[in-house]
């Protein structure tokens, strides 16, 4: 039997190939199915019908019951082309103006396109429904190009919400208008509806009070009123959260009763030396967290767990401490960091952590030496080295570990999935030699010495590894941390089927950042502040945007800053430090050092000091043409002040250029530190297909009806049921889930294993 729904539309009447492929090319639309399943994005209300005298010019449509009075046909340059009663030639005709009525007014309609056949149906005395939307035009109103429909007219009767369905500029010049676009529906419904199977089960659709598959589709086209569209609308997010939900969670049940992980059930005697030495106890929050974390890794299953916190939350410690875990059992631990200075930062400070332990530890980058690589390598390999931190440098094949048994990924909304793929891969092998026990004891231990290990290459002796064909590596355990604050909504879909720790807690004598909003006309006044502050001991951030998007050009724009800056900081009471993409490692490190051993009063940079850098001292950060930043980039920024005991500034500073909604996000920055309310702000402006990560994640953020932004509450629901679900019937093979099982097995919720690269 052929199936109506998978027919392509050219055969659907009226469409034919050219409009066809007008719609696969605009909206990817092929078949009817296609065809139904693209929905209104909103709703005209034509229920309600307008005096002519109210009707004002700009606002939105209107619909107008009115009479025609007269019509008249000009040619080029406004000239009449004939009058009523004449023989008309319209190939000369432009446009149509008609002057309709009703009780309480006139309006002129006009028409520049099918302008014969409108014309020969608006006869004088006869009346219309219009609907349109008015504009003002030489001081009078007009309606161009309304919707004309006889009253109680198809249109009419069907109900009166239509939708409005998404369009472009091409289809529309292409002849597929809102109205062809309704009929389309119509007929492809028609053809359809009969054999649209239900995809949830009975007993879901009677637990969630769902409306039946059928009635939705109906309903999301052509409501029969607002209640029902009410319920078609609930119905059709509700599936589309419950099944993406329902699919990252069925992979995290089986791995989390499948897959097999690292025992790490000791805690070892170097984690008990780095945790007695800190200056400081841990917060609540980290305590927690390294409980949980504690937990997956005796779990016997292997983790994957997201840490979120804000800047400044005290990730670097937790991770310190999981990594010592692992080395604790014979393993070892990596480090990953987005960019060079970042890395640099985590090495310098992870080996102030490690200072009283035993253990090893290297630096790994794109600007690591050869010589220092080999040193690494065979480290790595003879297993000497406990922990390694860098970029993705450690990504590279040649960087073999012994035994990986803790990968943790920084800023992780970074890498690109496939670079996070390679990771993965690094585990170690069943085969390869169990990590034993007293192998620390083959390798004389260089206390507190964390620099790349210089003794002799070994080439791997002792514990070589060969990795059999088709063997594949236990994956270590992954923590992913990230310090921007990820929406909840969306957390719970990005990382579906990550387990999700949150240090929601800052160390203690944190102060709150005073942010303000300034215009060039303050700017002076700034200077005097930034002054003022100087004098008192304290250190500046100057921060300018990539504007370019050209290094050179960006670093040129940069520059002009610097000179403003040092033309009113100048020398020899002032000293302002540069810090740009540009410059060579050794250049960046001097300034950055000159920086933060207080050597410069100011430090000009582009955002490369976005994440990162800790300088306690610095107690006032400027965000030049701060319009041009995002929000989650803005609240990276302030998080870099108010690390030290002073009271710290924040101060935007926007041109006069400054659209609404660069507005409305600086005074959001102003209003709030809270970078999870930051986020979910920042989500319901832009959408979560904009924020930062989303795009990389390969995650089908961009749903047909549901929104991560406006659906918060809903996609709770939808993935506490899916658990539900789930924990009746993991693997879905109960007869009564039959349908989830084959849903699921469609295309569009093929959604890879993202535990597997992230
Ligand atoms: P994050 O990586 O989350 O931005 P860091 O790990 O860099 O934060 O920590 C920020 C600062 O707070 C560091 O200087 C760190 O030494 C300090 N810190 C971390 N944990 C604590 C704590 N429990 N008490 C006091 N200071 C802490
Ligand atoms: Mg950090």
């Given at each position: 039997m052929a199936n109506e729904l998978n027919t392509?539309?050219?055969?659907?009447?009226?469409?034919?190939p050219k409009r066809a492929e007008l719609l696969r090319r605009e909206l990817g639309i092929e078949t009817l199915s296609d065809l139904i399943h693209l929905y209104p994005f909103r709703y005209i209300d034509r229920s309600g019908i307008v005096p002519i005298a109210q009707v004002a010019p700009d606002v939105a449509f209107v619909q107008i019951q009115a009479t025609v009075v007269s019509r008249t046909l000009y040619g080029p340059q406004s000239a009449v082309v004939s009058q009523e009663t004449n023989p008309i030639h319209w190939g000369a005709v432009k446009r149509l103006s008609v002057i309709v009525e009703d009780a309480s007014g006139r309006i002129e309609i006009v028409f520049f396109k099918g302008i014969r056949w409108n014309y020969q149906r608006l006869a004088p005395g006869s009346t219309f429904l219009f609907f349109g939307k008015p504009q003002g035009f030489n001081g009078r109103m007009n309606i161009v190009h309304p919707e004309v429909d006889v009253p109680q007219d198809g249109a009419m009767a069907q109900g009166t919400l239509t939708g409005v369905y998404p369009s472009t500029e091409k289809l529309k010049t292409g002849g597929i208008t809102g109205k062809v676009m309704c009929k389309m529906q119509a007929a492809a419904l028609s053809l359809c509806l009969p054999e649209i199977r239900e995809t949830l089960p009975d007993y879901v659709l009677r637990d969630n009070a769902l409306v039946p598959l059928q009635y939705a589709l109906r309903n999301i086209h052509f409501p029969k009123d607002s209640y029902a569209l009410q319920k078609a609308t609930y119905r059709l997010k509700f599936e589309e959260l419950f099944f993406l939900q329902l699919s990252l969670l069925k992979q995290k049940y089986i791995r989390s009763r499948g897959e097999r992980g690292l025992t790490m059930p000791k805690v070892g005697p170097d984690f008990h030396a780095c945790y007695n030495a800190l200056p400081y106890t841990l917060t609540g929050a980290q305590q927690r967290v390294i409980k949980e974390i504690r937990a997956d890794l005796t779990s016997g299953h292997q983790m994957n767990r997201l840490l979120q916190g804000d800047v400044g939350s005290g990730k670097t410690m937790v991770a310190v401490l999981s990594c010592l875990i692992a080395i604790g059992n014979g393993f070892q631990a990596c480090i990953m960091a987005p960019t060079e200075v970042l890395a640099q930062q985590h090495y310098a400070n992870i080996k102030k952590y490690l200072a009283p332990t035993s253990v090893q530890c290297a630096l790994l980058t794109g600007s690591t030496t050869q010589k220092e690589r080999r040193a690494i390598h065979a480290a790595l390999e003879d297993g000497s080295l406990g922990i390694l931190v860098g970029?993705?440098?450690?990504?590279?094949?040649?960087?073999?570990?012994?035994?990986?048994g803790l990968a943790v990924i920084d800023e992780q909304h970074r890498f690109g999935v496939d670079q996070r793929a390679k990771l993965w891969a690094k585990g170690p092998r069943p085969g390869s030699s169990a990590p034993s026990e007293n192998f620390a004891s083959l390798i004389p231990p260089q206390r507190s010495a964390c620099g790349p290990p210089v003794h002799e290459a070994t080439g791997g002796h002792g514990f070589p590894r060969e990795a059999a064909p088709g063997d594949a590596a236990i994956p270590p355990h992954v923590l992913v941390m990230t310090?921007?604050?990820?929406?909840r909504t969306l957390a719970m879909t990005l990382y579906g089927d990550l387990d999700v720790s949150v240090i929601d807690e800052m160390p203690p004598g944190r102060k709150p950042v005073q942010t303000m909003c300034i215009g060039q006309n303050r700017r002076a006044a700034m200077y005097k502040f930034m002054r003022d502050e100087i004098a008192r001991g304290r250190q500046v951030f100057v921060v300018f945007p990539l504007i370019f998007e050209s290094e050179k050009t960006d670093l040129q724009n940069l520059e002009k800053g610097y000179e403003d800056i040092v033309s009113a900081f100048p020398l020899p009471d002032y000293k302002v430090a540069i810090v740009h993409g540009q410059q060579s490692n050794e250049e960046k490190n001097f300034n950055m050092a000159a920086f933060v051993a207080g050597r410069a009063n100011i430090l000009v940079s582009?955002?490369?000091?976005?994440?990162g850098v800790d300088v306690p001292n610095a107690s006032v950060m400027v965000i030049e043409s701060a319009q041009r930043f995002g929000l989650s980039q803005l609240h990276q920024l302030r998080g870099r002040v108010g690390r030290g005991a002073e009271k710290s500034y924040c101060i935007l500073v926007k041109d006069v250029k400054t659209s609404k909604e660069a507005q409305e996000r600086l005074d959001l920055m102003c209003r709030t530190e809270d970078g999870f309310e930051i986020a979910e702000q920042d989500m319901k402006m832009r959408?979560?297909?904009?924020?930062?990560g989303t795009q990389q994640s390969g995650l089908p953020i961009n749903l047909a009806i549901a929104s991560l932004a406006k659906d918060g509450t809903l996609l709770m629901q939808a993935r506490v049921y899916a658990d539900r679900v789930l924990d009746a019937d993991p693997g879905l093979q109960e007869p009564r889930n039959e349908l989830l099982l084959k849903e699921l097995r469609k295309d569009k919720y093929d959604i890879k294993d993202y535990s597997k690269i992230s």
């Open positions: 392509s539309i050219q055969y659907l009447g009226g469409v034919g970029t993705h440098a450690l990504l590279e094949d040649n960087v073999v570990f012994r035994n990986l310090a921007t604050p990820i929406p582009t955002t490369v000091i976005e994440v959408g979560p297909g904009d924020l930062e």
